[in-house]
């Protein structure tokens, strides 16, 4: 089995900063003792983008792997002073977000209401994290002229179409999803999503659509700079909370709130619009897959240029394409158009530290290099070594091999 190493077992601070930056960054070793290396893995993208000046990203992954823990902890190393956030998400996550922002980020959090939503929240000098529930989303016009370090959006999936989600803005931008773009796609929602967090970095909506359908006729991942899709199956020593580990950790945030005399309003119940809704798409499902059409060849009923093209198959679950299609160097951004301000979300660091800034977790010395020919040794030196590393390196050679035979074909 192959094992990316895990911060928990370090001791010590994760430093997320390359040597050469003017100030060393690095989570604390409080935070860093909480951390899975799935978790590490999303701060260490996301702090990627944000020193190359971007204005937002997205992470896609699985349910389970705590989104608030690692928001948090990527605010714990990047926020200095006084700041101001805005979280939306549900009402359901609302008590973790506050556990994780007040513990590990040392904000100071409010639940913003009808009663306090018109505060004057404007010179604030400390850290201050606004959380929204998704439900509640007319209390964000209140808000919408303080100036944010970053807004983040659980869920974003489901309200990235509302026009109040697209004034809201901070210097940088982050969205939240479960949902696998893969299995279940929507162009026109992935390409709002990406605008907004990362304004201007995919083009026009037809421009999407032509560029998109290219990309997944060739397996290509054009959108990496700004996308990050994380899933359990990513690597064998990723391992999902047992049912005990759960339950032992919302005792612990439930305490926490209790002692803090915290109370979080249940969830609100769904309208019956959203029921009818959901019930048309899976009548549109069945009735696209009724002809003896299997989910390989779903067709992607939005796309105006190329309307027939079929969709490849998505298999996330071997390790093989995990590791190749995540760490391998892939291909740059394809421009929409020649005149595509990708100014903005240029890197101002150096090649080298672009395209190894996600293998920061490898110790000093380790870094892998951006050779492409030298790819092998960067992917060995990501495991952690044990009493079998001959056979370990010998069976990785192997995968290697057979997954660059079928990138070559």
Known sequence: MFYIKNPSELNKPWILSTPGDDKPVSIPLEVTKHLKNYHVMAVEFLYHNYRKGMKGSILNQEPGMNFPLQISAFFSAVVGGAAVVLVICSRQSMRFWHYHLSNHSKFHVVQLTTKNSKDDYKGNNKRLALLIPIDCLNLCEDVLDLDFFSVVIDDFDQIAIKRVVKKLEGKFNVGLTHRSFYMNPNQKLRWNMLNWANPGCVGKLGEFYEIDNRNAQLFVDNYRYWWFRLT???CESFKRPTDEETE??????????SANALTFAPETEQKSR???YVDKLMLVRETETSDNSSREDAVVNEVPIDKYVKLPSMDE???VTSIIKNFEISPDPIPTRTSLPYTQTQPNCSKYEEESVLFSFIED???PSTSKSESEKFILNLF???????AKSSDIKEILKKADAVLQN
């Open 232 to 234: 359990w199956r990513f």
């Open 248 to 257: 032992s950790y919302e005792q612990t945030v439930a305490a926490w709130a």
């Open 274 to 276: 959203k029921r009818k």
């Open 317 to 319: 679950s071997p390790i």
């Open 365 to 367: 010395g380790e870094r």
């Open 384 to 390: 952690e070594k044990g009493d079998n590393d001959e």
